[in-house]
């Protein structure tokens, strides 16, 4: 099956700091990507889709400049948590999949980003 | 994208069959209705999607409703290694926002 690659797998970094995350589809190629958070014990919530060629869409209440988003190929898509605060830990997922109606998306094995 | 709806929490017996229920009363004629799991830390991982008819694969079965109102995931030999939260979902393409609900924590119990 499809596979989707998440690196690093996990972070640590001091406040203030940028940390860059990246997602590639490594056996199909992927127009669109999606970009998830998932605090403790919450279900995933949806950041952004991340659209090759063009500007990401955010989900309201998402910042965009605080989280950067960047789809130059069709299979690598990254997010860049700009300035980062303790606040911003949690646990970065990405997702992609070969567009289409009953078409499969798959994800990755996610980001835990600890900021000091 | 349609709504759904799941219970919280399950238990279910090792070596027994896991029946996970999903409610999207609302879903239109062109959605798919997905399931996903996930282990603890980990990336969700897919199990099987459907659009009208029931669909089996090597992990599990999906039985959808005549009236495509609710679905449910049937795990046929529940082992331990199945415990994860699993989410059910629904959209009309996956090129649209996959949005996850607060899925059913599943646990197998020896």
């Known amino acids: 099956g499809a596979v989707v690659s998440q690196h690093p797998s996990w972070v640590i970094c001091k406040s203030g700091t940028s940390v860059k995350i990246e997602c590639r589809s490594l056996d199909f190629q992927a127009t669109t990507m999606f970009w998830y958070r998932q605090f403790p014990k919450q279900s995933l919530m949806l950041m952004a889709t991340s659209n090759e060629g063009s500007k990401a869409t955010y989900e309201q209440g998402v910042e965009k400049d605080k989280f950067l988003i960047n789809h130059a190929s069709l299979t690598l898509s990254t997010l860049t948590v700009t300035s980062a605060h303790p606040e911003d830990s949690s646990f970065y997922i990405c997702s992609a999949g070969t567009t289409g109606q009953g078409e499969k998306l798959f994800f990755g094995s996610g980001t835990q980003l600890s900021v000091l | 994208d349609a709504k759904t709806t799941q219970p919280p929490s399950m238990d279910c017996a090792e070596g027994r069959a896991a029946n996970l229920p999903c409610n999207h009363s609302t879903i239109s004629g062109n959605e798919y209705v997905y399931w996903y799991r996930q282990i603890h830390s980990q990336g969700p991982q897919y199990i099987i999607h459907g659009l009208k008819n029931n669909e089996t694969n090597e992990m599990a079965s999906l039985i959808i409703t005549e009236d495509r109102k609710s679905s449910t995931l049937i795990l046929p030999h529940a082992t331990l290694r199945d415990t994860a939260v699993y989410y059910c979902?629904?959209?009309?393409?996956?090129?649209?926002?996959?949005?996850f609900g607060t899925g059913t924590s599943l646990t197998v119990i020896p």
């Open positions: 979902i629904v959209t009309r393409n996956t090129g649209n926002q996959f949005y």
